[in-house]
DNA sequence: CTTGACTCTCCCCTTACTGGAACGATTATA
DNA sequence: TATAATCGTTCCAGTAAGGGGAGAGTCAAG
């Protein structure tokens, strides 16, 4: 029978994190007496904190530490470690990647004084209208795999052969990582339903980018900026032609994209 | 002049950040209308949104970026993203070393259905007194590198000499790991003064932990085991011994570390 | 003039706690 | 036994970086 500040000081947790885990019910103390609502621990309960804090060093969430304590099975946890182990492995390479990209800017800055300044090259053109197969949902942009996923699942249904690139339309003007209208698609040779439909942007200008998904925005940015030089205003949802991507087997850093804005003067 | 939602439709950051940081006064849009408070963007601004987004993506904080944006100087921004880099290496070691230790509790699990199963060998022992040099402080878990430091450049300029290993006393019966009331010292052969005191904490039981400092939790747990059931109980503050640790040069899972508490049946 | 899209502010919610205030209970000392 | 120090309790507010939504005002097109 420990009070709580000396079963914190064996188990090297704050009282304040023991008295927050009985709160939302993670682990609660052996014994609270009714009258003062002292809290009192027994030292068998010290195996199961050094279990939670464990879990803790190993990046577990409380959620899902409490379903581990709930299941209780040695099978649960070693299959809960190890696909800890694959998240964690992911977000080291994510953060390597991340590195590599920090030495890339800081010689670019070196040698320009910035890291700002990508040439993009902007040209106009007359898309001749197209027909496309497309999906058109409200999702966020780590849904985008899904959405291609089922839309090729589609396209073999109705037995429909892309002939051209994937693209897709962004219907809210306003940009929401979470929650966005997107509408991704592909041009097909030919074929109706209810998937299928003309694309006619008109005059458009656009710019090509080299490089993964995720900084998209500088080409954005390169095309707003040509836009306003040249006098030039939106006049619909812009569009993104993925000329090679993630199923051409390249590194993100090979991809090529083509942005596209419908325009007029 | 565009409006917030097409703003961020093409710099690609939603609507509720762009708000956020303007209150926040980290980006502020070029114009706002005193009317009915809409916020207008101009096309220029796009670059410093844009280099904005860059160093979210290398994990600076809004107020690292804040900074970054106030000097506006090449040579800061990459000393920044150079200290910064450095922090990410450190973190992407941290989670190796987490990694590698979720391996070996995978093993373990496999061999023996649960990993909390550290074997502790604990003894009891009658310290004779010691003479010791000591500095106590209310301090995180995270500054007794600097308080070892001050102890020793106490004993430099005293001219003590250490004729035993560190140790530390925890006062406080609770452990909190921002702030505690910590005693750090080292054993000397002689000598008198302001931080130099007698250490007679009598019979006490003890064990010995072999691995780096953070789980020293373990083996506080088998003490605490071990006195109940041979009926001790805790009359005095726990301290540590530092036998080998990171002043000798060897890898933490190498530390040795002694964990004891004064008792009394 | 109406409609629908857009924008505004304001408030609550998130994680895993930490800090403090106000107050009651226990314990060591005088 | 009286008092003071320590320990315990609950409740409230705050963190970083926004997200979700309500309710109300505004804008442009038909």
């Known amino acids: 029978m420990l009070t709580i500040g000396e079963f914190s000081g064996i188990c090297r947790v704050s009282v304040k994190t023991l008295r927050y885990y009985d709160q939302i019910g993670l682990f609660k103390p052996g014994r609270v007496n009714g009258e003062n609502g002292y809290r009192y621990y027994e030292v068998p309960q010290l195996r199961e904190i050094l279990l939670i804090s464990r879990l803790k060093q190993y990046r577990f969430s409380l959620p899902e530490i409490a379903a581990i304590l709930a299941k209780n099975d040695a099978e649960y946890l070693a299959a809960s470690i190890r696909s800890k182990q694959e998240e964690i492995a992911r977000e080291i ?17 070196e040698r320009c004084g910035t890291f700002m300044n990508e040439a993009y090259t902007v040209k106009t053109v007359t898309m001749q209208p197209k027909t496309i197969c497309t999906l058109r949902r409200k999702m966020g942009i780590k849904d985008f795999g899904a ?4 839309l090729c699942a589609g396209l073999g249904k109705r037995g429909l052969k892309p002939c051209g690139p994937f693209l897709s339309i962004y219907h809210d003007e306003e940009f929401d990582r979470e929650c966005s209208d997107i509408e991704v698609g592909v041009e097909v040779d030919s074929g109706s339903g209810e998937h299928v439909r003309t694309f006619a942007p008109g005059l458009c200008c656009f710019a090509t980018h080299i490089g993964p998904y995720d900084d998209f925005s500088q080409c954005y940015t390169a095309l707003a900026e040509w836009m ?3 006098g030039y205003t939106v006049s619909g949802p812009p569009f993104e032609l993925y000329i090679k991507g993630c199923e051409s087997n390249v590194l993100p850093s090979a991809y090529v994209t083509e942005i596209y804005f419908p325009i007029t003067r």
Request: aromatic fraction near 4%; charge should be negative.
């Open 93 to 109: 390479a994510e953060q390597q990647s991340v590195l590599r990209a920090m030495k890339q800017d800081i010689e670019k800055i």
């Open 147 to 150: 959405a291609f996923g089922d």
């Open 228 to 230: 306003e030089g040249e």
